[in-house]
């Protein structure tokens, strides 16, 4: 049985129960920052400067390339 | 010890569940004791209260008329006026082109910097090409003197005056306040400088303007120092929107709003990521109360008095 | 999830227990004082008819409700299904809303459920506490405008080589040599064991032909001047310190080589120091 499984490899020792919190911690920063970022992202498609950087950058690089 | 056990089998024989027989339940909550009549007069009269404390509000908030010739600027619907959503960057853009071309005579911005710019509305190279446009005093060199070069992105935008008394001797008097931030530091913020940009009229008949002034309804008192300065057409822009009288009003609004706030973007988005871990800690909190209080939120009190 | 107070005075009086105790020959349940006699008695201790006293009465079989006997009915009843208590259900998982079920074989899904909140809630307190704590620290770190002038961006296109530039940099010169194909042969031939601060000119330089130090004489704080002295790198006018082309002190006073600043090239002529 899965619970059982978890619960005796990670619950029964307080060690392991705090180790698993950390590691947990570690990766739930990661992903949820990532998401909250993206989900963000997606809410202002369209207005922040990583989605219309692209339109300008693309004049730049010709310009300068020219000048050099 | 006996007499412990005396007491637990004591309490046994109250706790013990016979098959078959149903216990009555009591209802805990004061609210559902009461009759029906009763609970509509309560009901009714908290909506009645709400309503009211509603109706006031409203009539203290309605007119503010505490300036003659002044009107309020209205709330417009803003792209950034949403809780999460952030500038509009490509208004940004824009709006800083409509200072530069046509603001940045007379005011100054002294708290922004180009490197401000990179990654907002320009990128690093483009904002290199806008400093180096500008040739800022330096020094002093090897000799002691001063000497000119080309901006930085580290440098400040360059003042148009080099003093609040040369400004002021420049505009009959009137001081350009600086716009670094003056979304902030206006009543009505970026809805306010759109409507003051906008808002140029004819005085009204019996309204005498002083020499040199300029009527406009927004700004306290009437008469503003400062002239009309948006024209439809009156800026180049860069994306190739066309610079209307009122585009170039809601992209300069944009601007000092971004000028004034910087961290607008970072701020909203760090409120979203708190807003969803306290949403998580507080449902996980719940729980663990629940189960903490169960304990005592589920004990049958018995008594059993001391065997003679 | 269960547990008993006993002795709880507020709850007593919803204990009512209600009796119809008619004596018998047995055991008489009330007695009355005499009033023949002439004494003042006081009126004998009113016994309580409490569920105590009451099950005294009863003979210690069960759960006896109705007995007869021959002088008539005695009946001791105990009221407890009389008692009102909350509903507990709210409080009862699934798997034990029924009190009659045997609890063992869900007590690890339960207890799992419980344990995995319980980490759930250290999980993101530990990511709150980080981030809150991180945001404290990096108040004290140093500002944007200060950090923008932290670094200084040399072109090196305008530096000819056998010349060299100083300029300022966090307050303090800097300079930036080109230097020419024998002083690099000649740095890289010195031995290394015969220096005061043994450094060999690999470890000075990125690329050979860009030098780039910290002018501040490491004697007592001086501006050397480029260009001088015995070994035609840098002499130092206060107190004669003299420093060959790769900045090392080879004569005079100083104890050590001129820094090295952090620097890196942003492209084949630009170096971004800082």
Redesign the interface.
Known sequence: ?F??T??NT??RRSSA?AL???V??VF??RA??QG??A??ES??KG???K???D???KN??GG?DDDE | MAALRNGVSHCRTFLRVYPNVTTPKANMSAFAKLSSGKKMILSSLGALTAAGVGLVAALEMSVRADEEHTLHSPKYPWSHSGTFAAFDHRSIRRGFQVYKQVCAACHSMDYLAFRNLVDVCYSEKEARVLAEDVQIEDGPDDEGNMFMRPGKLSDYFPKPYPNEEAARAANNGAYPPDLSYIALARHGSENYIFSILTGYCDPPAGIELREGLAYNPYFPGGSIGMAQQLYDGGVEYDDGTYASRSQMAKDVSVFLRWAAEPEHDQRKRMGLKALMVLGLLISVSYYLKRHKWSVLKSRKLAYVPRRR | MMSVTARSGLLAQYLSASSQVVATQLRPTVCLAAPLSSKITLAPRKENLTTESLKQLVPKCGNVRVSSGPHGPMQVRYAHTDIQYPDFSDYRRQPVSDPKTSSEPSSVSRRAFTYAMVGASGVVGAYAAKNIVQELLSTMSASADVLALAKVEVDLKTIAEGKSICVKWRGKPLFVRHRTGDEIETEKGVDVESLRHKEHDDERVKRPEWLILIGVCTHLGCVPIAHAGEYGGYFCPCHGSHYDTSGRIRKGPAPENLEVPEYTFSDDTTVVVG
């Open positions: 049985m619970l059982r978890v619960y990670i619950f129960f698993s919190i950390l947990g911690a739930f920063e949820f920052d909250g970022t989900l963000f809410m202002n207005k922040l400067w989605d219309i950087k339109d300008f950058e730049d690089n300068g």
